[in-house]
Structures are given as C-alpha cells and as structure tokens.
C-alpha cells in the first residue's frame, strides 16, 4: 500500500491535468489528458499502481521549491559525491503568456536533470500503469526512449542512455558530472491523435521547459497584486486555483486527486476531480483577491453551457459537472486498488452530482456580483442562467436538501442552504440593472425577508446558544460562520457572536481547528469519523476579522496555516490525532479559506489603523 505522507507531495498542473510528485522523485499521480482522466501513475493509492521515479543512488539527502512563480518543481538532491538539480513541469504551449496559460499544451510531463556540482549517478524507474493500475503495457525500446502500448494509451518516454526493459518495467542509470543536464519527458497520446507521441530532441525540451517557467512568470506579472499580510501563501494560492483550473472549458475542479480519506482506514474517500457548482463560484471569488480572475468570462460560459436547460423553478441545477460539461458522474469502486494507508474503497465518479442542494444559487450569484467588474458585459444566455438561478432559489428555499457538505443521509432544512437562497435573491437584485430583470425585484424583495425571518426564528436554539445546522437541531455546524461573510447579519450581532463562540469552543479539536459538524450527530449517514476541516478553521478567522476582534482572528489563520507544507499546499483536512493533512490535495476550499481570510484580516486592519 502507498504510505508517503499526504504532505510530501508537489502539485504540477498545465490547466489540463495534474501530478504529484514525491520528495524522492518520484511521480506519484498524473492523468493524462483531463484531470478526471484514467491514471497513468497511481502508487499514491497502490504500490502496483504506477510510478516514475528519478533520483540519486545510492543515498541522498534532498530540499525543494516551487520554480520562481511557477507550478514547476525544484528538487536539489545532495550525495556524497555531487548536487542534482532535477526540475519537473507539466509543459505549457507556445503560445501560453499572460491570459493564455495552458492553450495547446503538449501534454507533456518534462523532467530536466542538472548536475551542478561533482558527480552523480541517477536512477530511473519507469513502472506506467494505464486506467488506474489495470493495465501492464508492452514496453518497448525505441531510438531515444521507451514506447508503451496498453489500452487506448500511446505513451513515449523520452530517456536517452542505456535501458533494461523487463515485464512493463523500463530502468536506466545516467553518470552525470559538473555541468551536464540532460531532459527526460513523458508524452501521452491516443490512437486516433493526427499528432502521436513521439521521442523528443534534447533543445526542444530545453525550449518547453523554459516557456513553461517563462508563461507562469508572464501570468502573475499580470495577475499576481495582493500586497497583503501572508502575501507568499496568498500567491501561492492563488496559482494552486489557476492550477486546478481546466482551460478548454473553464471549468475548476474541487481537488487534483481521488479517494484521499478524511480519516485513515474509512470509508470517506471521495473523487473530487470534478467541477462544483459551489467550490467554482468560491474560486473565482478568492482568485479576485489572490489573482485579478480576468478568466471569469471563461467559468461563467462553463456554467451557462454546462447547466443549459437544467435550472428553473420546476428543475433544480445539477450541483456538480466533469470539467468537460458532463452530467452522468456516476459513482463506482476500484476493487483493485488498496487505497492510500488502506483506506478504501477506491472511488472513481461522484454520487453526490444528483443531490439537490439549494444553496448553490446563491454561491453563483455571490460570485457574478463580486467579479460584475470582470465581466462587463453579459450575454443573454448568461443573463437568462443567473436570472433562473434567482426565481429558483425563490421557490426552491423551501426545500429539504442534502447541503454543502453532501450528506448521505436523509435530507434536512440546512440553515446554510435557507441563507444562500437568501444571497441568491439579494445580490440578483443588486444586478437587477444588468440581468434586464428589474420587474422581478419587487417579488425577490418579498422572498428574501420571507426567508430572512425563517432564519432567524427557526435558525436560532436557544439550548445550543447557537444558530444551528437545520431548522430544529441543537447541533453545531461550521457553515454557519459564512453568515456574516456573505452579509446575512453583521459579525457583531449578539447572536452571532454567540454562534462564533459557541464553534470556537466546542466544534474544534485540542488545537483549536475547526470541525464541519460533529459526526456522531449522524446526519451524514457514514461510518467512521474525519478530521478537522481547514476552510472551516479559516472561515473562523474570517469571521472574527469580520467582528473586528483581528488579533483573535490573526491567531486563528496561523494556526491553520501552520499546517501548509513546505511548498504552501493545503490538503483538505487535519487528523485531530497525529497533526497529519488528510483528505485530497491539493484542496481548492482550503486555499479558498485562507485567501479569503487573509484578505478579511487585512481589510480590518487597515479600518483599525
């Protein structure tokens, strides 16, 4: 079974699929050509899955760093004998500056290895494994590299020197001295591709190598602003979401991977290699501070396309699609396949995508009203989506739903989801003028005051001291912090400190992270238990910012931030036990949170100043 520490991966996007890669080297995880695609690597979830591992033998000692502004790796190994730099992209097109990153990509995964001081061997070690481990491929030597055959996949290793070639396994030491650099690439293509993979020259990955670093520089020169405090974990995260965006759609998936578990050993393992609604709407909301989201035409034409003809007052909007506008994401298991630490099953599709969860109306709307800058001007298809998105959160608000966090379990009236029909209503009123719609505003007055007094009658329990999760409950629940950050009620508003206090002291674990809710409640309807949630933890800080009690909430960020990795990512939780990132990696929500938090944080230092 895969047992490196969820941590000690690296990401690597071209905007159109992702890897991780090891502290040893090695490439962990990459699905080519989509995110949501079949692994070529999967050791992160089975030894027998796949791998590719460049390093120094027979000992070494190794530091890393994201490549200047980039999403490219820098491991320097040290021996006895030598340093080796070894740098790792997912190479980015000709034609890729500025607003056009990750066009026409490759679909290359390029590795430069530069010995800059004495001598070193270097070992590689070429295990692919085709459809998530299923397929042992023909290997075959090739002038220059090494072919694979199996499946739909034409892959062509590029590995000049000599190399053994036995049962799907290809392995080749080089003898680099001072000053020798020597590239290595991994190019995948299907049988129906006019332009196949193929053995490339030495210059020419020299030359993608280098406009790959050349086109990530060439975005943050023009995205990149935030002068904040925590300024590096904010542009780090915001290259992370750009990363984990898909461009030939627009789509932005929640997480690069599958089946990470919330708790080791569970059953919590979920594919997140999809487009939600919600997480989407929340990314472009935190790129506007970490990363000007000039793409946000791009996502909103996602949106309006994807979920063309499937919103209304009659029809609930799909909650989630494949970053190609997919609909059916239905769920199925990889028996095959341990999992990491044996945590299974292994889980490919998502069965949440026909849930109904009303509360990601609002979360579209919050982000057109936030970025009505970045997109001045507005279709009428997207018009027509996000005035539909409005008259159904009008009716729909009523409804019973499985919520922001996909419960499993029976549906109830989420507290969360009442108020995001709520911010659904009050920011389509303010873009009344542009959605042409301002004869329905007068009826999205009278809704949003209608739901605004269920809220605050049937949200509130006097027993708990708290607004709480559903209509009813005693329980806890952190989505209740988003209520003043999205501007249902002030952060100073008695009962709202109250519900503030009331998570900080009793939904955290000894470290004071925050916990989604409690799942002994059983709302979820799963076995087993998870970790704490960072969103959570920076929802928290954010809320206290939004109070005005800024050192309390400066606190709160650094103990969640204090657990970003060396290179700045974020998985999606943290076992309360033993301090370790769980769950997928890396995590949108969580760079979400902290980007998001920071900015609050800053904002109110600036009006205590």
């Known amino acids: 079974m895969s047992s490196t520490a969820i941590a000690d991966h690296a990401f690597l996007s071209d905007r159109h699929s992702c890897a991780l890669i090891d502290r040893a080297g090695s490439v962990e995880w990459l699905c080519f050509p989509r995110f949501d695609g079949p692994s070529v690597f999967a050791r992160l979830l089975d030894d027998d899955a796949g791998h590719w591992q460049v390093a120094p033998e027979p000992e070494w000692t190794a530091t890393r760093r994201y490549a200047g502004r980039s999403l490219a790796l820098e491991t320097t190994f040290r021996t006895t004998n030598g340093e080796l ?7 980015l097109g000709p034609d890729n500056g500025g607003h056009r990153l990750g066009t026409d990509v490759p679909h290359a995964l390029v590795r ?15 295990r692919p494994r085709p459809e998530y481990g299923l397929i042992v491929p023909l290997l075959s030597r090739v002038d220059g590299g090494v072919a694979a055959r199996g499946g739909a996949d034409w892959l062509v290793l590029t590995l000049p020197g000599d190399v053994t070639v036995h049962e799907g396994r290809a392995r080749a030491v080089l003898h680099l001295t001072a000053g020798d650099v020597v590239h290595l690439a991994l190019q995948r293509s299907t049988l129906g591709d006019a332009v196949p993979a193929h053995v490339w020259p030495q210059h020419e990955l020299a030359e993608l190598l280098d406009r790959t670093l050349a086109a990530w520089e060439s975005w943050c020169d023009l995205h990149q602003a935030y002068e904040g405090p925590w300024r590096d974990l904010v542009h780090v995260s915001g290259r992370v979401l750009q990363g984990l965006s898909y461009q030939p759609s627009g789509a932005i998936v929640a997480a690069g991977t599958t089946s990470l578990p919330e708790g080791v050993g569970g059953e ?8 939600w609604v919600r997480d989407a709407s929340f990314t472009m909301e935190a790129l506007w501070v970490a990363a000007c989201p000039d793409e946000a035409e791009d996502f909103f034409a996602f949106m309006t396309t994807a979920g063309a003809g499937g919103v209304g007052p009659a029809e609930s909007l799909q909650i989630m699609f494949g970053v190609g506008g997919e609909h059916d994401l239905s769920e199925r298991t990889l028996p095959h396949l341990r999992g990491w630490r044996e945590s299974r099953p292994v889980r490919v599709g998502n069965g949440a995508w026909n849930q109904q969860q009303v509360d990601v109306y609002g979360e579209l709307l919050g982000a057109a009203a936030r970025l009505s800058e970045q997109t001045p001007r507005l279709d009428e298809e997207t018009r027509s989506f996000l005035r539909a998105c409005a008259d159904t959160a009008a009716v729909r608000w009523h409804d019973r739903d499985q919520g922001i966090w996909e419960v499993r379990g029976e549906p109830q009236h989420f507290l969360y989801s009442k108020v995001m029909c709520w911010v659904a209503l009050d920011r389509a009123i303010a873009l009344a003028p542009r959605l ?27 027993e708990a001291g708290a607004y709480t999760q559903s209509f009813g409950s005693t329980a806890l629940d952190a989505s209740n912090l988003m209520l003043p950050i999205v501007g249902f009620l002030p952060a100073d508003d008695p009962r709202m400190l109250a519900t503030i206090d009331a998570i900080a002291e009793r939904l955290t674990d000894d470290r004071g992270l925050v916990y989604r809710y409690r799942t002994e409640e059983g709302v979820d309807g799963l076995a087993g ?68 938090a920071a900015w609050a944080i800053d904002q109110a230092e600036r009006a205590r100043s």
């Open 85 to 91: 730099v070894l740098t790792d992209a997912l190479g």
């Open 112 to 126: 430069r290895l530069a010995c800059t001081s004495g001598e070193i061997d270097v070992a590689v070690d070429y």
């Open 268 to 275: 919590r393992n979920w594919d997140y290699r999809y487009a």
């Open 436 to 462: 042409k719609c301002e004869d329905r505003v007068d009826e999205w007055k009278h809704v949003r005051e209608e739901i605004a007094d269920a809220v605050l009658e049937r949200g509130w329990n006097d």
């Open 529 to 596: 238990e998870e970790g704490t949630f960072l969103l959570c933890t920076f929802w928290l800080a954010q809320a206290l910012a939004l109070a005005g009690q800024v050192d309390r909430a400066r606190e709160v960020f650094e103990r969640a931030a204090s657990f970003v990795t060396d290179l700045g990512l974020l998985a999606e939780e943290v076992d309360p036990e033993t301090g370790e990132l769980l769950g997928n990696i890396p995590q949108a929500f969580s760079h979400i949170g902290l980007v998001n």
